[in-house]
């Protein structure tokens, strides 16, 4: 194994809802082809999962199919009560 670390030149670390120091990191690595996602907890990587740039279409088209309509998404946020 090379001890040499990938460049990601992109990315983002969601927040798992129940909390618990739980998070999904997305990094894009174009050295590779790949994007990462990365489940973590606390400072602890737990999996991985690489996916082609064709495959992170197919994941983004479910993932846009599922969410619900914009103000349903809207009047769900914390801040929408508040507003």
């Known amino acids: 194994m090379s001890s040499r670390r990938q460049n990601a030149t992109a990315g983002a670390v969601l927040a798992?809802?129940?909390?618990d120091g739980r998070?999904?990191?997305?990094?894009?690595?174009?050295?590779?082809?790949?994007v990462v996602l990365s489940v973590w907890r606390?400072?602890?990587c737990?999996?991985?999962?690489?996916?082609?740039?064709?495959d992170a279409?197919?994941?983004?088209?479910?993932?846009?199919?599922g969410?619900?309509?914009e103000?349903?998404?809207a009047d769900s946020r914390p801040d929408a009560?508040?507003?």
Do not use: F, Q
């Not at 737990?46 to 064709?54: E, G, H």
């Not at 197919?58 to 199919?65: K, Q, T, W, Y």
């Open 46 to 54: 737990t999996t991985t999962v690489r996916l082609t740039p064709a």
């Open 23 to 34: 998070a999904l990191r997305v990094t894009w690595h174009d050295e590779v082809g790949v």
């Open 57 to 65: 279409v197919d994941l983004i088209e479910v993932l846009a199919a």
């Open 42 to 44: 606390d400072n602890v």
């Open 16 to 19: 798992d809802a129940r909390g």
């Open 81 to 83: 009560a508040g507003a």
């Open 67 to 69: 969410m619900p309509r």
């Open 71 to 73: 103000h349903d998404v």
